[in-house]
Every structure is written in structure tokens, then in C-alpha cells.
């Protein structure tokens, strides 16, 4: 039935389709959606408190007994750096005026934190069949106390050292990232751009890399892309910005009128709304001080002051600087229920 | 025996594989090499004079009666801007010394000539086959002549919006670049990078967009990116830099040698060394005055003053200032005859 069986049963699911972990764009509805339709659905709660995280998860058990994904950011916290803050702050202070905002009003912190040992203890209490990490992995000792309770350990590679370093220290399976991906790159052995690949690049020289099995990301989002990424050795697909216009994403109106347009036509590798690159539909931000610019405060602290223009220009219904997150092929979304476009990417990728 | 017959059909060919034009990295020996193995044998004329055109293909048509495909550039050409050249030459100026040049000497305008009147004279002799494109489509007037010849015309599309435009002015066939490309990128209706798409991306969007068969071309080297582009839509595939390690390819030791080495994993789309965006392993000059820079002179122009830094690091075995255009896939290529790479590549992508 499928070419490759070994994703499926390492993660006990019926179709090789993980659903992206996209924070701050969905909650458990979207992950239970894909579970319940035989995919691995994934809770993101890097943006998430341990009482939140603990909700979602009963919120999930008792809508599914399918295997959940918990995903966490694991990013070295940033160096505070004031200098760089308050420089960040006065290149956006125009921005906050022309949106009748105080520049000089407290800003609330970004609430990106990486995962630590009360998120572990939650870990530890939930069990979920799977634990995912974005940017690397946690240390060592963290890392084991995750293990210790059975779950499968899967990360993002968006290069070959990056994805032998991940089975070096014990991933289950490798998440091979390429350029197309939406949102966040997991990059963490490096900040060059240069050293990021396409997918159908990256997929198989991973493959070629790595023993254990290989999940690509990164531009798929119909059946076409499925069934490539299999030509290419991976063993299953994580599927994310196809799944944005689901009614179950969380999403801001904005960014989903944006993924129906031809806005969505031109993203961009961006660092300008948290510190580190994502991929975005590009904006009046992103044009004006991006795509990558070497002012943003490390991640996630430039979030913080562009929090309250994100806010008020989504609330306006203007995409300038709305986050907008998305891959290169998201025209190709459709508009479906997550549990009926699960299916329906398996059954074209069987065709 | 093939998913899709159109491209085999279109250009007489057995295998879907067509040999990418290679203008400076080869000459008629890879595309004789590759045409008798049954791809499509590619012949890069952008850097030849209407004569070394004909004698070129006269060699080739003594040595294989399968069809031939001659490539032009058609970008426009640049308005002389003596200022800027001069900028460039005053930003090189320090390098030159480094190598001992003088850096008031005169230098030899590049080489790279758009497809003209009389290149057309030459093509209505020969009467090759296909005549492919890179950087858009020669004037209408031009065109018809080449049409009139019976010759397929392909082109490169590197977005949906070049895919149209292309097929809209009678392209039988369109090459979708995507952003692993080796090389130029043929982007023609825009000059802004962030509008380039990854392959699994490119691909299908045009499949969509256009009536006509779709060559996909970026990051396939190795019969696994052959099964994929099939998958996404592709009728058959464009293959460059897998080319590059066989004997027949016409490129520095110092290419060579990077290409069979870590090196090989780093490449950037630069436009340090012709004033066009392409794709090259990762060096000193991309480094020191990339990758994308604003003073580099319009394309060809930048090319001119470079060359002799070129010359002089290649004959000195230094990667330093040395072209070597490579794609994401670079690692996956082998060390073997172009005519048994082909028959490899074709043979992998039928299992």
C-alpha cells in the first residue's frame, strides 16, 4: 500500500501525512482532525504555558486515542541585549505612530520559550506517543528524561550535518527541511541561509546520510508531492501551510485572505518578525526592513516589539505587518475540513 | 516504459533526459555523448561566434544523427554605464594588485552575446532540432524565423508567471528552474530572488498554469529526483551539474576538484561574476563581495572586469575567484562518461 512502512509503524499511524506543528496558528482541533483521519497530528507549544499544554493534551485524549505529536522549540535562550533592543524599538518607533501607537509604552516579552524541565514534567505526565523539537534538540539530560518515557524523538535537519548531529544523539526519524518549508527553518548548527536546500536537494543526500528513516517538509502539499517525496527515500511527508486553510487553523483574517490571493504567490525567507528566518507571504515589513536584517534582537526577542504593530495592523485588516506565515506552495492549498484533506492527500499520493 | 511519452515525442528523443546547456563548462563532445546514450544532447552558444557555432555543430553531426538542441541567451542588452563599470573595477582594484594585475589595464568585454540576426542566419543553416532559451524569448520577429525552421522551441520558466508568458508566445516545451539550479536562474520578467521557487514547488504550479509539457529542471541528479519530477508533473527532466564531474565537461581543475569535495555542499545564487543571479560554490568572492551585491555592473558587464581575477586564481589552483557553477545536488554526482551517466540516470529512475 505504501513504499515505505517503517514511519508508520515506528509512530503507530495509518498514513505517512504528519500534520507541521505551526504555532500560533492552530490548537488541538487541527491535530485531531488529522488524527482522527489516520495522519499524525501535532500540537505546537513552544507558545504555550505547561497549564496550557496539560488542556490541550486532555482536550485531545478525549477526542482521539490516536498518537498525538507535542512539539517544542528548543532555541539557546537569547543573550539580553538592551543596546540592540532599544535599537530595534527606535527602527520601528515610525511604525508605532503612524498606528497611533506610544513607542514608549512597556512591551510584554515574547512568549517563545524553549523547553525545560516544567515542560518535561508535563512530558512526563502526558506521555504522548511522539515529542518533536524545532531547532535542535534539548540537552542532553532533558533529552533522556523525554526518551526515558518511550516517546519517538523526531527534529527538523535542514542540512546534512544537521541531520547526522540529530541521529548522532538519537532521533527516531529525521525531518529533512528544505527551503519551499513555511514558517520557521529549524536551522541550528548554523545562521548562513546559504546552507539551506531545497527539498528535493535535501531529501535525498539526508537519506544517503542518515540510517534512520527521513521525513521531508517543505513545498508539499498535494498528492504530486507525496509521491515525489517518496522517489526521493523519504519514508512519509510533514505537511503544514497546506493544512492553513483548514477551518480548523487559527489563523488571523488577514493571513487567510492572503493564502486565497496572489499574495500568496511570493513569500520570503524572513527574519524580521521574531529574530530568526521564517518563511512569510511578503508584506510592506518584510519589504521595508527584510528580509533578513542584522538589527532584529536574537530570537525570540524581536517578536516582542513587533508584537503590538502585528496586532494592530491584523486587527485592521491590513497584511503590512501581519505574520503570515507560509511555504512556496501554498497556492496550492485547498480550502477543506483537516480531516477530509488528509484523506484526500493519501488518496491522491496512492494514485 | 515512461510515465509520459510528450517530451519523448516532441523531441525525438528516447529518454527523457535532457542534458542542460552549459555555456563555458562544455562543449559539443558532452552533448554528442548524451544525445547517442538517447537523452537530449544540449549545445550552450551564448559565449561562441556565429562561425565556432557552425563548426561545433558540424562535429556534432558527424558524430550522431540524433536530434541536437542549441542554446542562446536573450537577455537584453545593457546600457553601457561607465560609472558604475568603473565603481566595479575600483571595487576589484585591490584584488587585482593581490594577484599582480594592474588594475588600469584594459580588459576585454565579456562574451556573453544575446541570440541576434545573424545567430539566426546560423540556426536557419544548421536547422538543430530544438533551440532552447535562457532569459526569456528573442524578439518576435527573431522567434518566427526559428519557428520557421521547424525547430521546438523550449525556455526557461523560473515562476508561474514566466511559465504563462512563455507558453502564451508558442514555447512547445517550458523548463521550470527551481532554485537548486546550477548556474544562471533564466528569471526574465523579474529581477527579485525571493520570487524563485524550490523544484517540488515550481514544479507542479506550472504543471497547472500551462497546457504544454513540463521540464523540470533544479537539484536532479540521481534517478530518485527523476522519479520525483515525474511525480510533481514533469513530463521529463533538465540535468546540469551531474554532468559536470564526467569527462567530457569542460571546466577548471580547480572546479573539478571543489566539486568533488565538502565545498561542493555550499553553494549561493550570486550575481558576483556576470551581474546576473546564479548559482555557485561558496568562495572568497562570493563572500567578500556577495552573495547578491548592487554595485556589480547589469549582466553581462560585471563578467568583464572579474575575468582576469578568474583566470588568475584558476591557473593558481585557488577556488578564491574561480566560477564554479554548481547546484544543490552537486554531492550526488558521479564520476563517470556522460553517455553511461545518462543510461545510469535513466536506468535508476525505470526501477
Known amino acids: 500500500m505504501w513504499p515505505d512502512r517503517r514511519i508508520l509503524d515506528l ?3 495509518e498514513l505517512p501525512i504528519i500534520q507541521s506543528p505551526m504555532a500560533g496558528a492552530q490548537d488541538s482541533d487541527l491535530a485531531v482532525a488529522v488524527a482522527e483521519a489516520g495522519g499524525l497530528g501535532s500540537l505546537p507549544c513552544a507558545m504555550l504555558t505547561p497549564a496550557q499544554v496539560r488542556a490541550e493534551v486532555d482536550s485531545i485524549r478525549r477526542r482521539t486515542a490516536r498518537p498525538i505529536n507535542l512539539n517544542f522549540f528548543c532555541h539557546t535562550p537569547p543573550h539580553p541585549d538592551p543596546d540592540r533592543e ?30 525545560d524541565s516544567a515542560m518535561c514534567d508535563v512530558v512526563e505526565q502526558c506521555r504522548p ?71 528535493i536537494a535535501l ?9 534512520v528513516p527521513v521525513i521531508a517538509a517543505g513545498g508539499i502539499a498535494d498528492g504530486r508531492g507525496i509521491r515525489a517525496a517518496f522517489a526521493l527515500g523519504a519514508s512519509a511527508v510533514q505537511i503544514g501551510t497546506a493544512y492553513l486553510r483548514c477551518p480548523e487553523a487559527r489563523i488571523s483574517d488577514v493571513h487567510r485572505r492572503a ?93
Chains 1, 2 share one sequence.
Open 259 to 351: 493564502l486565497f490571493g496572489p499574495e500568496a504567490r511570493r513569500t520570503a525567507i524572513t527574519n524580521v518578525f521574531t529574530g530568526r528566518p521564517a518563511r512569510g507571504i511578503v508584506n510592506r515589513v518584510i519589504e521595508e526592513l527584510g528580509p533578513l536584517t542584522g538589527i532584529a534582537p536574537q530570537f525570540p526577542l524581536a517578536a516582542a516589539a513587533l508584537a503590538p504593530l502585528r496586532k494592530s495592523s491584523e486587527a485592521a485588516l491590513s497584511e503590512d505587518f501581519a505574520q503570515m506565515w507560509a511555504s512556496q506552495s501554498a497556492p496550492l492549498a485547498r480550502e477543506l475540513p483537516a480531516g477530509e484533506l488528509t484523506r484526500m492527500l493519501a488518496s491522491e499520493a496512492r494514485r
Open 11 to 13: 509512530l503507530g499511524i
Open 86 to 115: 532599544l535599537a530595534w524599538r527606535r527602527r520601528l518607533a515610525p511604525y508605532y505612530s503612524e498606528f497611533g501607537l506610544d513607542p514608549e509604552r512597556p512591551i510584554a516579552p515574547s512568549n517563545r520559550a524553549p523547553f
Open 203 to 211: 531529501v535525498p543526500q539526508v537519506v544517503d546520510a542518515v540510517s
Open 129 to 199: 506517543q511522539i515529542v518533536s523539537f524545532h531547532f535542535g534538540l534539548p540537552e542532553p539530560g532533558l533529552l533522556r528524561r523525554v526518551q526515558s518515557t518511550g516517546a519517538r524523538i523526531l527534529s527538523s535537519a535542514t542540512t546534512v550535518d544537521e541531520a547526522r548531529w540529530l541521529a548522532d544523539r538519537g532521533c527516531d526519524a529525521i525531518i529533512a527541511q528544505g527551503t519551499e518549508a513555511g514558517g520557521h527553518r529549524g536551522m541550528f548548527l548554523t545562521e548562513d541561509v546559504t546552507t539551506q536546500l531545497g527539498t
